[in-house]
């Protein structure tokens, strides 16, 4: 029976490296073979010609870099003291109040007032959910408006 503790190496080495310097310090292969038992008649010895056949991979693995982020996130970008781009436009563009087109200005499709009556069906089991306790505030303000839509 094995017991636990000190194994000396078969073949020491020296201390290993840091990072992409370290190296096995105990003499064994890279990697072992790994064969499971039982299985099929001839099985094991197909197994173990795979192994044998394929190279194991050599490369230290580990510390590879970072990708490569973009190279600058703030091109295109217009300060706040730079002059409008588009000084024809008024501020209250694509909002329903003040001069300018409201929101069919955006172009937006009208889809969002269509879901929200298909959703006031289901207004009681809605209401169940937002009052439970921890119920997002998300979820309580849905209610608040459908309850006003109804």
């Known amino acids: 029976m094995a017991s636990g503790g000190y194994r000396k190496p078969a073949s020491p080495a020296p201390a290993s490296g840091p990072g992409a310097l370290s190296r096995r310090t105990d003499g064994g292969p890279a990697q072992p073979q790994r064969l499971p038992s039982g299985g099929a008649y001839g099985e094991r010895q197909n197994l173990e010609q795979l192994q044998q056949g394929g190279a194991m ?16 996130v703030t091109e295109g970008l217009i300060g706040f003291g730079e002059p409008s781009q588009m000084a024809d436009q008024p501020l209250t563009e694509g909002a329903d109040a003040g001069a300018g087109g409201g929101l069919e200005a955006l172009g937006l499709p ?40 109804a």
């Open 110 to 149: 009208n889809q969002p007032a269509e879901d929200a009556t298909r959703l006031i069906q289901y207004l009681p089991v809605l209401e169940h959910m937002a009052n439970q306790p921890g119920a997002s505030k998300a979820a309580r303000n849905l209610v608040r408006q459908l309850k006003g839509m």
């Open 57 to 72: 991979s050599q490369s230290p693995g580990g510390d590879v870099g970072a990708p490569a982020g973009p190279a600058d």
